[in-house]
């Protein structure tokens, strides 16, 4: 089924294109009316009444990536490096809705300080005019509900 | 020359001036263990929310001072602070963060303490094979700390079993707790939303002398702001929420002026508002509705008039009373805090509203806040540039001599520096060994 690979390489593509900090490229890849969920429960189901992570929808992604080309963000005086690595993508439909589910490791390195990121990814995608877009991304980390430095780079 | 050690009263006191700080308060890690001992050892603490044990049986776990200890709610309605620590042996008892239970068990021997920490059952003690051994004495419990008090709600502990009460502790910063219980229709605060957690590499206190630092947004948070400016421009509607909040930091020096900073004995202050908390959107028009209902129009108004940006309660805590926040302090070693965020909802305001508190709450305070990263990097310089030998002191010298005395405390500008000189204050009494607290 084309629709399953082609909801395959776009998981694979937005690992790439993080990593590579090529932020028009990785936003080009989701819907206009797209979210971006990283929860702080396990199975946590509602990112309104609870608090998030990471729960940005276009506009709040959008700014964010302006913050990081910004020149005077001090914290990025010494650039984040990040290297991904995606497995175990399943693709399933259901009801015209593309789901693709896949496990990440993310290492990050920013100076000294080097941290590990993981856990399971669930993109929700949608057929557009131009192809397959990423309607919701949704990150749940193994360390979703633990102590963090400060996170600036999307997951 | 040598600089003074931290042992005595004299030499805590060399460290202090009026308008600067040795910069040994944030590097020392002997000036680390004596501020556990006699600031955190003395000082009365937050420990929590009573309604986060609404039930009886009801407990949550936290640390105060470094110790291990358990907020819960007994059989008789009573909250109570316990050490997390069994009477036999002196294991932790309770492992989870926080839950419901008949009896406090330990997993080591069994022995079972009721949820006052009185110890009730020990497993085959009887007969002569115990020695002396009486159950019956306290120091077999789960022991209580010497002072628990609440106020509306909010649940402070102190190690010392000597001190001020706890109105007298906190004096005209009492108020804040009034400003955030009063916003409720139903005069009720309950914790929801969960919890926001995070450890910066630098010292306690320069977290706390942040909270009312007028002088650096419009430097330090640059680059949000000019993000969510621009971005704010390429909408055709008005920017949501969150952007608002980012944008607000984009304050000159002469409004920063303009908001006052009011500071009060043992370290307690409070800064006037620069966000504007309320809301023109239909969910706010319904929760002023709901406030009128309760309270009335005029008395609403007033409630909903007060913009206070944040409030101190030293040293441990602070809290964002238009938006309802609040941060828990945890020193971890002198040069590594860890800070954990907690939300409330007002009871009797309508759901939607509690999600502005949610947003806010994403917005600022979760690790991946557009505003923090910035922070935590001037918090770090801080910390990486005083090991340097540039310069003993660190000064605190703006709007010195020019505070305004009240009946209860001082006041000046959000762009002074009375809150840090303030905090210094009480932590020069707390430190200095021969003044009980």
Redesign the interface.
């Known amino acids: 089924m084309s629709d399953r690979s082609e909801a395959e390489a776009i998981v694979y593509q937005e690992a790439r294109l993080l990593d590579l900090g090529d932020w028009d490229a990785w936003l080009a890849l989701y819907a206009e009316d797209c979210e971006y969920w990283?929860p702080?429960?396990p199975d946590q189901t509602d990112p309104?009444?609870?608090?998030?992570?990471?729960?940005e929808d276009r506009?709040?992604m959008?700014?964010?990536i302006?913050?990081l080309r910004?020149p005077?963000?001090?914290?990025?005086v010494i650039p984040i490096r990040t290297s991904r690595v995606i497995s175990g993508v399943t693709v399933a439909e259901a009801d015209g809705e593309i789901t693709a589910m896949s496990s990440f490791l993310m290492l990050e390195q920013h100076g000294e300080r080097q941290r590990m990121f993981g856990g399971l990814l669930t993109h929700r995608l949608s057929q557009e005019e131009d192809g397959l877009r990423i309607r919701s991304k949704r990150v749940d980390l193994t360390n979703c509900d633990?102590?963090?430095?400060?996170?600036?780079i999307f997951i | 020359m040598q600089a003074p050690s931290p042992n005595g009263h004299d030499d805590i006191a060399e460290l202090i001036r009026p308008a600067a700080v040795h910069r040994r308060v944030y590097t020392d890690p002997e000036i680390f263990a004596l501020e556990r001992e006699r600031l955190f050892g003395r000082a009365w603490l937050y420990v929590g929310h009573e309604s986060q044990v609404a039930n009886k049986g009801d407990f949550f776990t936290t640390e105060l001072a470094g110790q291990p200890v358990i907020m819960v709610r007994h059989s008789d309605g009573a909250v109570h602070v316990l050490f997390n620590r069994c009477g036999h042996r002196g294991a932790k008892v309770v492992g989870e963060r926080s839950g419901r239970t008949q009896a406090f068990v330990c997993s080591y021997h069994a022995w079972s303490f009721d949820t006052d920490g009185t110890l009730r059952h020990v497993p085959a003690h009887e007969g002569p094979r115990a020695g002396d051994f009486d159950m019956r004495d306290p120091c077999f419990s789960m022991r209580k700390l010497p002072r628990c008090e609440s106020y509306r709600g909010f649940v402070f502990a102190s190690l010392a079993a000597e001190g001020p009460d706890l109105r007298s502790y906190l004096g005209g910063v009492l108020a804040r707790i009034d400003d955030m219980v009063n916003r409720a229709p139903d005069d009720e605060l309950e914790v929801a939303g969960g919890c926001h957690k995070i450890v910066q590499n630098s010292n306690w206190k320069i977290f706390l002398e942040n909270t009312h630092d007028g002088l650096h947004p419009m430097s330090t948070h640059k680059s949000s702001i000019d993000a969510s400016r621009r971005q704010g421009r390429t909408l055709t509607g008005p920017p949501p929420f969150a952007l608002n909040v980012i944008m607000a930091n984009n304050q000159t020096l002469e409004n920063m002026d303009k908001l006052s900073v009011h500071a009060f004995d043992w370290g307690h202050s409070y800064m006037a508002g620069f966000r504007n908390p309320r809301g023109e959107d239909d969910v706010f028009k319904e929760y002023v509705a709901a406030l009128e209902a309760k309270k009335g129009a005029k008395r609403a108004e007033e409630i909903l008039s007060i913009n206070c940006h944040n409030a101190v309660f030293y040293p441990n805590a602070s809290v964002q009373p238009s938006f309802l926040q609040m941060r828990v302090i945890f020193p971890i070693s002198v040069d590594r805090t860890r800070i954990e965020m907690w939300f409330f909802r007002l009871k009797g305001a309508p759901e939607a509203l509690f999600e502005r508190t949610i947003t806010y709450a994403n917005v600022v305070h979760s690790p991946s806040s557009l505003i923090r990263p910035d922070d935590v990097a001037s918090y770090d310089r801080i910390q990486a540039g005083l090991a340097a030998d540039g310069g003993d002191w660190v000064g605190q010298h703006r709007d010195l001599d020019r505070d305004e005395i009240l009946n209860d405390g001082r006041r000046s500008s959000a762009i002074s520096d009375l809150s840090m000189r303030n905090q210094y204050r009480a932590w020069l009494r707390f430190m200095s060994e021969d003044q009980a607290a």
């Open positions: 990283v702080t429960a309104k009444h609870q608090v998030s992570l990471f729960y506009v709040l959008e700014t964010r302006r913050r910004h005077a963000a001090h914290s990025l633990t102590t963090h430095e400060v996170i600036e």
